[in-house]
C-alpha cells in the first residue's frame, strides 16, 4: 500500500497515511486531533509545513524539515541556506602539511624536554605536559 500526505488545518501539520489508491483521494484522520486532513501532494509540503518558519511534520516529534529531508537541528549558523549540516556533511579538514607536521613535532619536542626538566628538578609535570598516552582521560 502507498504512503500518502494529509494536512490537518487545526495542527497546521502533515502526517503520513498507508492506504489503497482507491482511498488516496478520501480525507484520513489526523493522527493528533483525530479531525480531517485532506490529501496534499508531496511537492506542495515545503510550501505550508512550518515550525518557527521552518517545515515540521505530524505527529510531531519536535523534528524540523529541510529540503524534504528530517533533520533534529533547525539550520543555524553559517552553513548556506540550503545546507544543513546534518545533510552536507562538512568537508574533512586538509590533511596537515609537511611544515605543520614539523612544526607539531617541534612542540611535542619542547613539551618533552620542559617535562624531563621538571621531572629533573622533582617538580611533578601538569597533566598537559605528559604525553597524550599518559594523561588522565
Ligand atoms: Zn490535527
Known sequence: MPL???YCED????FEVLRPITRAS???PCVVCEKAGERIMPTSIAAFTLRDGYPRKLPDKGTFWHLGKEVKQRNRGRMRAFEHPEINK???RPRPSKGDREVANEIRNLRARER???IASGVRPSEHHLPRRLRKP
Open 90 to 92: 562538512p568537508k574533512p
Open 11 to 14: 495542527c497546521d501539520g502533515i
Open 26 to 28: 478520501e480525507s484520513a
Open 116 to 118: 624531563d626538566k621538571m
Open 4 to 6: 500518502y500526505e494529509y
